[in-house]
């Protein structure tokens, strides 16, 4: 490639000086969205297979130290890649997919790979399909490039025999819960796009460490069979991604029936696209300052203060709204729930194999055992009454501001084999921002809206009423295309 070509494709991928080698352009591609990509690919300037090596040798020059990846499926991913390349060079262009790698969380299935969930006791398990989630993507033409490290089960802490994913902005700072892989690995420009779980926060968690875009969708939006299991009525399947609107085109693509699924919706997918960019005027976006304050450090309150500024200027209205008493009681209800669940899930080698499990989740296993129907049947209760007022509120505005967490938190890894230590971070996480949208099925987007003193992301979250993803992706796309905080990139 000539240096003009070069020059042209380094600048429509979003780089702002030129560049006179394609070597040089590569560097910097892996840290683009999906859509500045997706059009070279198109054009025929980008050969998927030489993205596809690009990532693959950063992964290899990187993850060493950040081990988001628990496998890397480099030939699995060359094959698909030629694949793609020849489709495109046939006129079989599929979508902004094509071409595009990108990585899933190890509990998902991928056809003759491992899926061990974090779990000692899943070693040796190999997937004879992929997940329909992941088939759908293929389908797209998306390139899976590896599967994600993640927490024990899908829970708070990590098995001692798996490697904990490390914060790219910080290694002395939390990287975010189960689907931290997820979250590391994008922002840290190893994959385009990743799917994570979300079932108290696991997608957006790890968005909010990692300074990345998460999207918990509707509950049954997104079919979870073919993916281990924590909760079954709570856990979700989103994507993380660099770019709301990558986000937007992952879950188009993700979304749609699966008849595995028991609680998979037979609805029309979603077009969450195509208005993207029609802007938020006159949108009514909700802001409970007392809510926000519950747990919110002063630097993420000025920042979620600036945003909505930013908001109102692009036409928006805030209006002051009060949420629905987060009380302890519903978080007991998320516990009773989600741990009975996991109980049942877990039925084939918990208790028999209990000392093969971890101390976190092994405790939290433990204490599922103990939990009765009818404590099960009183969480029920309190959780549908509870989901009919919320949704009702949430129904009230366009979308409701909200932090995904209180910012960034320190942690010392030592601490994810020992549940009692682990605790205070969790508390410190505050749950009451994350869990009332699992327990509602409601969805939620969080995308970064500044930074700390110390340089770590800051991020704010758009809830709303199930089925508003078009909505509230056109609210972070809005912010996204009228800030640059998104634009910055992790010191690795």
């Known amino acids: 490639?000539?240096?003009?070509?070069?020059?042209?494709?380094?600048?429509?991928?979003?780089?702002?000086?030129?560049?006179?080698?394609?070597?040089?352009?590569?560097?910097?591609?892996?840290?683009?969205?999906?859509?500045?990509?997706?059009?070279?690919?198109?054009?025929?300037?980008?050969?998927?297979?030489?993205?596809?090596?690009?990532?693959?040798?950063?992964?290899?020059?990187?993850?060493?130290?950040?081990?988001?990846f628990m496998t890397v499926t480099r030939d699995r991913a060359l094959k698909e890649a030629e694949k793609a390349e020849r489709e495109i060079a046939d006129g079989d262009y599929r979508g902004r997919l094509h071409g595009i790698p990108i990585a899933i969380k190890d509990l998902i299935d991928a056809k003759d790979l491992p899926t061990q969930g974090g779990l000692a006791v899943l070693k040796g398990n190999v997937a004879a399909n992929d997940a329909p989630v992941l088939k759908k993507l293929s389908a797209a033409g998306a390139i899976l490039i590896g599967k994600l490290n993640m927490t024990e089960g899908a829970m708070a802490g990590y098995h001692r025999d798996f490697e904990i994913p490390v914060?790219?902005?910080?290694?002395?700072?939390?990287?975010?819960?189960?689907?931290?892989?997820?979250?590391?690995?994008?922002?840290?420009?190893?994959?385009?796009?990743?799917?994570?779980?979300?079932?108290?926060?696991?997608?957006?968690?790890?968005?909010?460490?990692?300074?990345?875009?998460?999207?918990?969708?509707?509950?049954?939006?997104?079919?979870?069979?073919?993916?281990?299991?924590?909760?079954?009525?709570?856990?979700?399947?989103?994507?993380?991604?660099?770019?709301?609107?990558?986000a937007a085109i992952m879950l188009e693509v993700m979304a749609g029936y699966d008849r595995f699924d028991r609680h998979s919706l037979d609805r029309p997918v979603p077009d969450l696209t195509s208005n993207l960019d029609a802007g938020i005027a006159g949108m009514r976006i909700g802001y409970d300052a007392t809510y926000t304050a519950i747990g919110a450090s002063k630097e993420l309150i000025a920042a979620h203060e600036a945003a909505l500024l930013e908001l109102e200027k692009l036409g928006a209205q805030i209006v002051e709204v009060s949420v629905p008493s987060q009380t302890t009681e519903l978080m007991d209800a998320w516990f009773a729930i989600c741990a009975s669940e996991a109980v049942a899930a877990h039925a084939k080698t918990y208790p028999a194999r209990a000392a093969d499990y971890?101390?976190?989740?092994?405790?939290?296993?433990?204490?599922?055992?103990?939990?009765?129907?009818?404590?099960?049947?009183?969480?029920?209760?309190?959780?549908?009454?509870?989901?009919?007022?919320?949704?009702?509120?949430?129904?009230?505005?366009?979308?409701?501001?909200?932090?995904?967490?209180?910012?960034?938190?320190?942690?010392?890894?030592?601490?994810?084999?020992?549940?009692?230590?682990?605790?205070?971070?969790?508390?410190?996480?505050?749950?009451?921002?994350?869990?009332?949208?699992?327990?509602?099925?409601?969805?939620?987007?969080?995308?970064r809206c500044g930074f700390t003193a110390e340089g770590m992301p800051l991020a704010i979250q758009f809830g709303g009423a199930p089925f508003s993803e078009a909505t509230l992706c056109r609210i972070g796309h809005a912010y996204e295309q009228a800030t640059s905080w998104h634009e910055s990139n992790p010191p690795i």
């Not at 049947?377 to 129904?395: C, G, H, I, K, Y």
Request: net charge negative; hydrophobic share 40%.
């Open 358 to 447: 971890g101390g976190y989740f092994g405790d939290f296993l433990a204490l599922g055992t103990t939990i009765t129907q009818e404590q099960v049947d009183a969480a029920w209760q309190l959780r549908r009454a509870f989901s009919a007022e919320f949704n009702e509120f949430l129904a009230s505005v366009d979308a409701l501001a909200l932090p995904s967490g209180i910012g960034p938190l320190q942690n010392d890894y030592d601490l994810y084999q020992n549940a009692e230590a682990l605790q205070p971070l969790f508390d410190k996480a505050h749950l009451e921002y994350t869990v009332p949208f699992d327990m509602a099925g409601a969805p939620g987007l969080t995308v």
């Open 1 to 68: 490639m000539n240096s003009p070509d070069a020059a042209k494709l380094c600048l429509r991928a979003g780089l702002s000086v030129w560049i006179p080698h394609w070597g040089d352009c590569m560097s910097k591609l892996h840290y683009s969205g999906i859509c500045e990509v997706a059009e070279q690919i198109e054009s025929g300037k980008l050969s998927p297979v030489d993205l596809t090596r690009h990532m693959l040798d950063r992964i290899d020059a990187i993850d060493k130290d950040l081990k988001s």
């Open 167 to 246: 914060n790219p902005w910080n290694a002395g700072y939390w990287s975010g819960a189960s689907s931290s892989g997820s979250g590391v690995s994008v922002a840290a420009g190893l994959c385009f796009a990743a799917l994570g779980t979300d079932t108290a926060g696991s997608i957006r968690f790890p968005a909010m460490a990692n300074g990345v875009v998460g999207l918990k969708p509707t509950f049954g939006l997104v079919g979870k069979s073919g993916a281990l299991t924590l909760g079954d009525s709570l856990d979700h399947i989103g994507p993380l991604t660099r770019r709301v609107a990558d």
